[in-house]
């Protein structure tokens, strides 16, 4: 069977089936080639307003199902990802500009996010609290009814199962809105594997669309609780109209990740972990490594070594070539680093390596002298740029780190892991890896980031999923009524 066969999706989104997007259609662009490789339907509001409302209906009997019938639609969901891998990678190839390793680890975490979430259905939604009364007293978690998914372009399966995946588990319906540059891998995908899963219909609608789409399902009444990752800027939008309508709003948003190289750190092993970090999928992750934190001892010879690396790694086709970076995802994207990366030169920067492209192909680049003025520190690059500042001590590595509005990710490395482990505690983050690089995730862990990086770990693990997607409400029983004095 193939799942993605063209002709079922072909100009239309999936809300209770299969129908023609009120929006009209879009092109799928590889961005390696620019040809056009799929088109796709286009939500709009009202496209948005009829989803939510079956949503809202097919979810009242889909939280009085039993867990078992949850919990084996989630288990079939995360057989389907395995035994479509690979065609699902060759769209993330494609359509994200992924390479096929990269690939490879979203459809294995779409697969173990379904697992996970089968198992989230059977965990326990409450306690027993105690009451100054003769009564049984709960704390119980339902479901919100139905979630507002937006997913972004970079990582478009794992950034819409994350949160499809529990949101479903626990009871809810899901209305899904994946970044149009990435609708098959990211949205349309999930429509095939949970229709051949067995999820009952109306439970699941997936609508790539614009701003408008966007817009329509934040405001929408029968949506309780969006789940938003993407840029900082649009997360603000997002949460501040969530705050209006009185729902909650989950947003894992920006970054800029330090890593930091104490004194005593291995030199090619804090390279080849700083190269890893900066350079992966392009560097568009929320969780890349945007600023590299080298003592002043190691400094210039870690730079070497960086630059070294990145002249080496391979650019180009991940579908026709292997190599190690891929293209950028739009031409919008790219001016945007390259942007960057120039003011940074003419600031006083000095290019180590890079800082040239071929069409959407950029050069991994490395950049030395940089200070906390300078624009590729200062800002999201979201490109494979890896700026690279000197500090004398663990007070000015801590300011430096500490410099920023973001609060994602951090990473330290040194042979001292109880000096690293102090310094991580004197700057805050969502996550933080002794002896790693910045980029990691794991279905059984929390994710999230605090400042500008979001609201906190709201994904990940059960106990952040089921804060996620339920409600709390105080339940009481006795056995006779309360006499009162009135």
Not at 291 to 297: M, T
């Amino acid at each position: 069977m193939t799942l993605l066969d063209t002709g079922t999706w072909h100009g239309t989104v999936y809300s209770d089936g299969w129908v023609e997007a009120a929006g009209g259609t879009a092109p799928v662009r590889s961005p390696a080639t620019r040809e056009e490789i799929g088109r796709v339907g286009v939500a709009d509001a009202t496209d948005v307003a009829r989803a939510c409302a079956r949503a809202a209906e097919a979810q009242r009997a889909w939280a009085a199902t039993s867990y078992l019938e949850r919990a084996a639609v989630l288990r079939r969901a995360g057989a389907l990802w395995e035994q479509h891998a690979a065609e699902v990678g060759d769209w993330l190839v494609r359509e994200a500009g992924s390479i096929p390793p990269k690939a490879g680890v979203e459809t294995a975490t779409a697969a173990q996010e379904c697992y996970e979430a089968a198992a989230l259905a059977a965990h326990p939604l409450g306690e027993i609290i105690p009451s100054a009364q003769p009564r049984l007293s709960l704390a119980r978690r339902l479901p919100v009814g139905v979630v507002g998914v937006i997913s972004p372009f970079n990582f478009p399966l794992i950034l819409a199962i994350r949160s499809v995946a529990p949101a479903l588990a626990l009871g809810n319906a899901v209305v899904l809105k994946p970044d149009l540059r990435t609708a098959v891998s990211g949205g349309l995908a999930l429509a095939r594997v949970f229709e051949e899963a067995g999820l009952p219909e109306g439970l699941l609608h997936v609508l790539p669309g614009g701003v408008d789409a966007g817009e329509a399902l934040v405001a929408d009444p029968r949506v309780r609780v969006i789940s938003f990752t993407g840029s900082t800027a649009a997360g603000r939008k997002v949460g501040e109209a969530a705050a209006r309508h009185l729902k909650r709003a989950h947003l894992e948003l920006g970054g800029n990740s330090a890593l930091v190289v104490l004194d005593d750190a291995d030199l090619d092993l804090a390279a080849s972990a700083g190269a890893w970090g900066s350079f992966l999928h392009q560097g568009q992750i929320c969780m890349t490594t945007g600023r590299h934190l080298v003592h002043e001892s190691l400094a210039e010879r870690y730079v070497e070594a960086l630059a070294a690396k990145a002249d080496h790694l391979p650019v180009g086709d991940p579908a026709k070539e292997q190599v190690a970076l891929g293209p950028i995802i739009d031409e919008a994207q790219r001016d945007k680093i390259h942007a960057l990366v120039t003011a940074s030169v003419d600031a006083g920067a000095r290019l180590a390596a890079g800082g040239t492209y071929d069409g959407l192909f950029y050069r991994p680049t490395v950049l030395a002298d940089v200070t906390p003025t300078t624009p590729v520190y200062a800002q999201e690059v979201f490109g494979p740029v890896a700026p690279v500042v000197a500090f004398a001590d663990l007070d000015e590595a801590a300011a430096l780190a500490n410099g920023t509005e973001y609060g994602l990710s951090l990473g330290v490395l040194s042979r001292d892991v109880m000096k690293a482990m102090a310094l991580a505690d004197r700057i805050p983050s969502g996550i933080v890896h002794i002896n790693d690089q910045t980029v990691g995730d794991e279905a059984v862990a929390p994710f999230g980031g605090v400042g500008a990086s979001g609201t906190g770990s709201r994904f990940g693990g059960a106990a952040a999923n089921v804060e996620a997607f339920t409600e709390t409400q105080w339940l009481t029983m006795q056995g006779d009524i309360t006499r009162y004095p009135f």
